[in-house]
C-alpha cells in the first residue's frame, strides 16, 4: 500500500474475448472495505460536528428539535451513510440549521411545502 495516496498496485487477469482491453490499461477498482449493512441516506449538509462526534437534529412529534448523535458510514454523491443512530421515521433538519437549537419549538416543512412556499415568496416579489 502506499501510505502517500492510500493506493494498493495490483494486477488481475480474466477473459477478453472481444479485445476490449488492451496491455497495459489503466483502471481503478473500489472494493467494499465492510459487509453489507442495514442503513439511511441524509443529506451530508444535515451532519453537525461536535468534536469527535457526528451529529443531526431531529424534529419529534411535538415539533421539537432534537439532537442525535450518530456513526457515519460513505457519503454516495450528495447523501451520508448513517449506520446507527437514526430511525427510519425520524425528520431531519436539513435547512435552517443554523437556526436550530435542541429543544426548540419549529414549524417543520417537507420538501413540497418549502418549495411551494419558496415560489410564493418569488411570485410576491414581481
Do not use: C, H, W
Not at 481503478?28 to 465492510?34: D, E, F, H, V
Not at 432534537?66 to 457519503?75: A, P, T, V
Not at 426548540?104 to 416543512?109: F, G, H, I, S
Amino acid at each position: 500500500m502506499d501510505t502517500n495516496s492510500g493506493t494498493i498496485r495490483g494486477r488481475a487477469q480474466f477473459a477478453n474475448a472481444t479485445a476490449l482491453f488492451t496491455p497495459g490499461m489503466f483502471g481503478r477498482i473500489l472494493i467494499p472495505g465492510s459487509a453489507e449493512y442495514e442503513a439511511l441516506l441524509v443529506p451530508d449538509v444535515a451532519i453537525g460536528t461536535e468534536q469527535v462526534r457526528k451529529f443531526v437534529y431531529v424534529v419529534d412529534a411535538e415539533n421539537t428539535v432534537r439532537q442525535k448523535y450518530i456513526e457515519l458510514g460513505s457519503l454516495q454523491g450528495k447523501l451520508r451513510v448513517v449506520k446507527s443512530g437514526l430511525e427510519a421515521n425520524d425528520r431531519v433538519i436539513v435547512n435552517g440549521l443554523m437556526r436550530a437549537r435542541a429543544g426548540a419549538k419549529v414549524t417543520p416543512l417537507t420538501e413540497e411545502e418549502m418549495k411551494a412556499q419558496q415560489q410564493q415568496q418569488q411570485q410576491k416579489k414581481k
